[in-house]
C-alpha cells in the first residue's frame, strides 16, 4: 500500500510555506472556480470536442499519467493536439513548442494553452489546483532526480495548471529548462501563498489574455 512517508523525508530540507488556513481557503477557491469554469466555458468545450472528433484522429481528449500529491499517480486531461502516433515506439519524448508531431490546425490550442482546459476538471477532483508546480511523468521525474534529488519535495503540494515557471521558463523541453523549473517551484514551495498563488494566476490570465505564448 502507497505511504506518502515514503515519499517525501521525514526532515524535509524544503517546508511548504503555506499555512494551513491557506491551504484550505486555496482548496475551496480550486473547486468553486474549477466549477464555474466548466460551467461557463461548457459551450467552448463542446465545440473544441466536435471540431477534434471530425478530424478522425483518435479521442478528443488527452489522457496521460502523471505524478501528483504524495507522489500519487494520476492522469491529466487534455484537448488532443498531437497526433496519435507521438510516441509510436513506447519512449516517452519532450514536448516542444512547434513540436512537429502537432497537428497542424491545432497549433493555436497548444500556443495559447488552451488544450490545458478540460485540467479544470483535475482541479475539481483535486488531482491539481489552479497553482503549482506542473505534474511531470514518473520517467521524466527519474531523470529529473538523477541530476537533483529534491524533486521530491514537490511532493507535499498539489500540482497546478499554471506556476511561475510556467510564466517565466516557457517550455521545458530540455534538462536543463527541467532543473532551472525545479529550483523555481522548490522556491514558490517555501514561499507560497495565498497572495502569490492569485498574482500567479492573475499574471497568467493577463499574458494569455494579450495572447502572448508563455
Same mark, same amino acid.
Given at each position: 500500500?502507497?505511504?506518502?512517508?515514503?515519499?517525501?523525508?521525514?526532515? @524535509? @530540507?524544503?517546508?511548504d510555506?503555506m499555512?494551513? *488556513? *491557506?491551504r484550505?481557503? @486555496?482548496?475551496?477557491?480550486?473547486?468553486?472556480?474549477?466549477?464555474? *469554469?466548466?460551467?461557463?466555458?461548457?459551450?467552448?468545450?463542446?465545440y473544441?470536442?466536435v471540431?477534434?472528433? $471530425?478530424?478522425?484522429?483518435g479521442?478528443?481528449?488527452?489522457? #496521460?499519467?502523471?505524478?501528483?500529491?504524495? *507522489? @500519487?499517480?494520476?492522469?491529466?486531461?487534455?484537448?488532443?493536439?498531437?497526433?496519435?502516433?507521438?510516441?509510436?515506439?513506447?519512449? =516517452?519524448?519532450?514536448?516542444e513548442?512547434?513540436?512537429?508531431?502537432l497537428?497542424?490546425?491545432c497549433?493555436?490550442?497548444?500556443?495559447?494553452?488552451?488544450?490545458?482546459? =478540460?485540467?479544470?476538471?483535475?482541479?475539481?477532483?483535486g488531482?491539481?489546483?489552479?497553482?503549482?508546480?506542473?505534474p511531470?511523468?514518473?520517467?521524466?521525474?527519474?531523470k529529473?532526480?538523477?541530476?537533483?534529488?529534491?524533486y #521530491?519535495?514537490?511532493? #507535499?503540494?498539489?500540482?497546478?495548471?499554471?506556476?511561475?515557471?510556467?510564466?517565466y521558463?516557457?517550455?521545458?523541453?530540455?534538462?536543463?529548462?527541467?532543473?532551472?523549473?525545479?529550483?523555481?517551484d522548490?522556491?514558490?514551495?517555501?514561499? $507560497?501563498?495565498?497572495?502569490?498563488?492569485?498574482?500567479?494566476?492573475f499574471?497568467?490570465?493577463r499574458?494569455?489574455?494579450y495572447?502572448?505564448?508563455?
Amino acid at each position: 500500500m502507497y505511504n506518502a512517508r515514503e515519499v517525501v523525508p521525514a526532515e @524535509k @530540507k524544503y517546508v511548504d510555506g503555506m499555512t494551513w *488556513g *491557506g491551504r484550505l481557503l @486555496k482548496r475551496l477557491f480550486d473547486i468553486v472556480a474549477s466549477s464555474v *469554469g466548466l460551467l461557463v466555458l461548457s459551450p467552448f468545450f463542446l465545440y473544441i470536442l466536435v471540431k477534434l472528433r $471530425r478530424k478522425g484522429e483518435g479521442p478528443a481528449i488527452f489522457r #496521460q499519467e502523471r505524478i501528483g500529491l504524495h *507522489g @500519487k499517480p494520476f492522469n491529466i486531461l487534455k484537448f488532443r493536439t498531437m497526433r496519435p502516433d507521438a510516441e509510436a515506439d513506447g519512449v =516517452p519524448l519532450l514536448a516542444e513548442r512547434w513540436d512537429e508531431r502537432l497537428s497542424p490546425d491545432c497549433l493555436f490550442l497548444r500556443e495559447h494553452h488552451l488544450d490545458e482546459l =478540460p485540467q479544470l476538471w483535475n482541479v475539481l477532483v483535486g488531482d491539481m489546483s489552479f497553482v503549482g508546480p506542473r505534474p511531470e511523468r514518473q520517467y521524466f521525474i527519474d531523470k529529473i532526480m538523477q541530476e537533483n534529488s529534491d524533486y #521530491q519535495y514537490l511532493y #507535499q503540494v498539489r500540482p497546478g495548471i499554471t506556476s511561475l515557471a510556467t510564466i517565466y521558463n516557457g517550455y521545458t523541453d530540455t534538462m536543463e529548462k527541467m532543473l532551472i523549473r525545479l529550483q523555481m517551484d522548490l522556491e514558490y514551495l517555501q514561499k $507560497r501563498s495565498v497572495w502569490l498563488d492569485a498574482k500567479i494566476l492573475f499574471t497568467t490570465i493577463r499574458l494569455i489574455g494579450y495572447g502572448k505564448k508563455i
